[in-house]
């Protein structure tokens, strides 16, 4: 009951998502500054897919008795982007054009691929890592909020990325208990 709860929040955001999409630029526009440009243009680097997929799999590794879940975090990683690649294609949404671009991306924009990488990893790291999963869950809501600030998604491609990679995520870690 509590998985249909969640889901049914999650479908009623992402609805919602989109009707601030353009609020959510609006206020993009507004904080946009020399600094942040910055610290955004890191997190494009630091948030990047492969960059999530190998912090966490050395922090999986480095402690011994977390290394049996580094193939379920594998396998959820893929799967959740095989699924984003799959809905992009599907939906062919076109990036933003309300906003100017801080960096070139190409493809099509929902879901966000970054967010969906980054929030995958969201159900292991709350399992697995209690102590340091507020500091995971700033990290990669600071992924998703870059993709809007950087002007190459929308806020509704961050939301729909993030709820695939949690779904992935769930799912998965519930697979692997198995």
Known sequence: MKTVYYGLLGLILLAFS?????AVFGF???IRNPFLDSAMKGFYFIGAQLVVLAVLTFVLYYNRPT???IIPWWITWITSLAVTFVLKFLIERIRPEIITALIPETGFAFPSG????AFASVPLVNKIFKKTKLFWIVYVVLIGFSRIYLGVHYFSDVIAGALVGIICGKIILKLSKK
Request: hydrophobic letters at 55%.
């Open 114 to 117: 970054h967010a969906t990488a």
């Open 18 to 22: 989109f009707f601030l999409d353009s």
């Open 28 to 30: 993009v526009k507004a």
């Open 67 to 69: 290394r049996k879940w």
